[in-house]
């Protein structure tokens, strides 16, 4: 009942509604740079260890449209505003291809390739703190509020988004990022074995999530690197 009066306040909801608009035209661009400088990272890395797939295939490009994949770029991160009131917000894209053949040592390439992803992720998440710190504030005084502030929501929705998409990517279970990297750092064995549920892997990140499990491991994590990146912030800027 509680709930129903909430949903259909009239005021309530046209407050959220313009939260939410807000929220996702500040989180947009910082989604696509999210997803888009991830993937590059990947086929990057790898094209490095020797495989040139990404790079044949036409990925190795920061155009956003060659890694837009229309439900994890555009919809679950619109269904995701809509739904929290644009308080939490991911999305992914297209993933880049890698053949582990191509590496010198298929398990090793595999692993730094797919750690690459999420270290991108941070090292944007990074930039947007030193952005804030060292440009948006001290230039508070000097230029209209009605351009410093819609810059400063875009960085900081992408301190969030960048460091959640690293936290939910290093879950250890395959396809995720952090899966792959497990799986290269496991004996042949246990790694093996790991692989075998990567069929699996979606249908059980989604389940860990709707529960609630996985929240046990991303938020701690989340916790951690907002930790690491706060030592860098300046001008009165918290995370």
Known sequence: MLMYMDIFNKENFLERLEETIRNLILAA?????AVTFHEVAHGL???KLGDNTAKAMGRLTLNPIAHI??????????ALLVLTHGRFVFGYAKPVPINPYNFRNPRKGMAISAAAGPAMNLLLGFISVLLISYLVIPLAGSLPMDILQPVAGMLKQSIIINVALAALNLLPIPPLDGGRVLTGLLPYRQARALEMIEPYGFFIVLILIMSGLAYYFITPLMNVFYAILGLFARGGFML
């Open 29 to 33: 661009v910082p989604i696509l740079i």
């Open 45 to 47: 890395a790898a094209y």
């Open 69 to 78: 994949d229309p439900i994890g770029t555009i919809l679950m991160p619109f």
